[in-house]
């Protein structure tokens, strides 16, 4: 039997290689002929203590020896903050923002940021959004991924803005307008 030449061993291990590919896409499960891709849009508020007996959004861990600051590179902070419909702390809650930012930028001012908007109210209860994104935290606006879904926002897609509306620091309260634009099944 002859040797195979370079080119005939590449044709087979190409070859392979697409019907590897194209089985693993045959596992995917395909939208039926009758989904349709739904677009929500909403407006939510993020209510946020960043210390007192009251906080929601605290510095976990950082460099040793060094007091941590939410402007400090490498500091990490954990945040679960009440999510409701209107800006006022007493309008209806719609859920919780739950996860971290990290400071990644040398000199304080980006952060990479990943959490989940957990719904608790009746709409959308036990659905969530799961966000991820690095950017500047000082921005008015800034502008993060929505990555994927659960529940009524299964495959999510799509983005969310995070606007500051106020920040007082003799309570370490900030409010922030939080717009959500997401496509899902």
């Known amino acids: 039997m002859a040797a195979m030449s370079n080119s005939s061993r590449r044709f087979q291990l ?10 693993l896409f045959s596992l995917i499960p395909a939208m039926a002929d ?18 007192g007996p009251n906080a929601t959004s605290l510095p976990m861990v ?6 941590w600051s939410y402007t400090d590179f490498g500091t990490f902070v954990m945040t ?3 999510v409701t419909e209107g800006p006022e702390l007493t309008s209806a809650v719609v ?6 930012s990290i400071t ?5 001012i ?7 908007l957990v719904f608790t109210n009746e709409a959308y209860n036990g659905s969530t959004l799961q966000v991820q994104g690095n950017g500047n935290r000082f921005l008015p606006v800034r502008e993060y ?18 606007e500051t509306l106020s920040s007082d620091p003799s309570t370490f309260y900030t409010l922030f307008r939080v717009n959500v634009t997401v496509r899902h099944h």
């Not at 190409?14 to 089985?23: E, K, L, P």
């Not at 009758?34 to 210390?51: C, G, H, L, R």
């Not at 950082?62 to 007091?67: M, N, V």
């Not at 980006?110 to 989940?116: D, G, H, I, L, P």
């Open 104 to 108: 990644t930028g040398l000199d304080g």
């Open 110 to 116: 980006n952060a990479y940021v990943s959490f989940s």
């Open 145 to 162: 991924s929505v990555l994927s879904g659960t529940g009524k926002f299964r495959y999510a897609t799509g983005y969310l803005t995070f």
């Open 80 to 82: 679960d903050d009440l």
């Open 62 to 67: 950082g460099f040793p020896g060094k007091l």
């Open 14 to 23: 190409v070859s392979a290689m697409f019907m590897a590919v194209a089985m």
């Open 34 to 51: 009758n989904e349709v891709i739904k677009q929500t849009n909403m407006t939510v508020y993020f209510q946020d203590y960043s210390a």
């Open 95 to 100: 859920g919780r923002g739950q996860g971290i």
